[in-house]
């Protein structure tokens, strides 16, 4: 195994340990609102506290890295989300939990901007697609680890025990990390010399200034195309990461067995969406152009995805239903590793600031979803009645990767 692959088996553990921690709460929703005294559409502003904290800081925490460096940013991040982990387990009250939650998200904003830090430093160029599918991947495994770790531990403990578990499972993962990682492969003594050469001359990062292009980001049509597909795209995203469990079990009436096993599907069929789209698109890129490899799965993913999701919503049958979306999510999934992939080709030296702009703008979208799927399910009584809305949505997405450029660099 060289180097930098052991630097990918690091950062998919991140992305494993990171979409555990942030579907948990999702699988235990029903005995939190129980025990706390939630209805629907309270409970969708702490989904929301979570998104709109996370998308707040990303892009800070994305230029801090670019600075600091992801060794000492990731470690902090990874920290302070797993303590406040730890502390939703001690929630009393809706409030409590609220503030709690965006605590939570204010920690983890800035993990998947660093990790494309970490991509671009040490990766070469023609790799990073594959590696942003593995770590992309890996947050998949994640979500289906989630239910046979969450679900138990809070049928025998209760689920305050449950987010005390995950929570521990950060902070020896933060520990490990500072310990071991160094930012750049001629930091890391153990590095061979003809690996760091190769990854030195064929990265897209450069040792230059700091200085963050912020002028040039919001200037560039290339860079709003960017922020805009993946705010439409989170639309989708979050409803599997915050709602699928209670739709599954509210909505179409599924038991714990049954919810158990179609909470997993969605994640299962992701993490193959994600090693797809990682791979396809760098073949592609390779074999017809950096804009056809991007742009293909863009356009696939997204388009079959709006399809899947639009049809789950319009059958009657609950089983159909559950296949359908765990279809579009993995559909959807083909697209992740490549939008991420997408800032290290045109931020280069500063793809930390550009995918926490992206990830800003997307984590926006899970904002508003976070606490329209609520009031919409109240208003309506029909758990159906959002998914139409995020299938339009996705198909937004989907138009927007024809304007995308992955060769127009974000230039300072």
Not at 168 to 182: D, P, T
Not at 230 to 239: E, L, P, R, T, V
Request: net charge positive.
């Amino acid at each position: 195994m060289n180097y930098r692959s052991r630097v990918l088996s690091f950062l998919s553990v991140l992305s494993i340990i990171t979409y555990i921690d942030r579907t948990g709460i999702s699988l235990v929703a029903a005995d939190m609102k129980r025990d706390l005294h939630i209805e629907n559409d309270a409970w969708g502003w702490v989904l929301s506290a979570f998104a709109l904290a996370y998308a707040t800081f990303e892009m800070p925490t994305g230029a801090m890295g670019d600075q600091l460096g992801p060794r000492r940013v990731l470690t902090r991040v990874v920290g302070w989300w797993s303590a406040f982990t730890i502390l939703t387990g001690t929630a009393t009250s809706w409030l409590y939990l609220v503030i709690v939650r965006f605590l939570f998200g204010m920690g983890e904003a800035g993990a998947y901007p660093n990790a494309s830090i970490v991509v671009s430093r040490w990766f070469p160029r023609q790799e990073t697609g594959r590696a942003q599918a593995f770590i992309w991947a890996a947050g998949r495994v994640g979500g289906v680890l989630a239910p046979w770790i969450v679900i138990p531990i809070s049928t025998y403990y209760g689920w305050r025990a449950a987010f005390f578990a995950m929570g521990l499972l950060g902070l020896i993962w933060a520990v490990y990390w500072f310990v071991w990682f160094r930012d750049f492969p001629h930091e890391q003594p153990n590095v061979p010399a003809d690996e760091r050469t190769y990854i030195e001359n064929n990265r897209w990062f450069k040792l230059n200034s700091h200085h963050i292009p912020w002028r040039a980001l919001f200037r560039s049509t290339n860079m709003w195309a960017i922020m805009l597909m993946f705010h439409f795209y989170m639309y989708g995203a979050y409803f599997f990461t915050g709602w699928l469990p209670t739709y599954l079990k509210e909505g179409r009436h599924f038991d714990k067995t049954q919810m158990q096993l179609f909470a997993t599907l969605p994640f299962i069929l992701g993490a193959i969406g994600c090693f797809t789209g990682g791979f396809a698109s760098d073949w592609l890129a390779k074999r017809y152009g950096l804009k056809v490899g991007r742009r293909t799965v863009g356009i696939v993913g997204m388009g079959l995805s709006s399809i899947s999701i639009f049809l789950s919503a319009s059958t009657t049958d609950n089983q159909t239903a559950a296949i359908l979306l765990a279809m579009g999510m993995g559909f959807k999934d083909l697209t992740l590793p490549v939008s991420f992939a997408v800032c290290n080709d045109v931020g280069r030296s500063q793809s930390g600031v550009v995918s926490g702009a992206m990830n800003t703008f997307g984590q926006m979208g899970a904002v508003f979803l976070g606490v329209l799927f609520g009031y919409i399910v109240k208003a309506t009584e029909d758990f159906n009645d959002p998914l139409f809305m995020i299938s339009g949505l996705l198909l937004c997405s989907c138009l927007l990767w024809m304007r995308i450029d992955p060769t127009e660099e974000v230039v300072l």
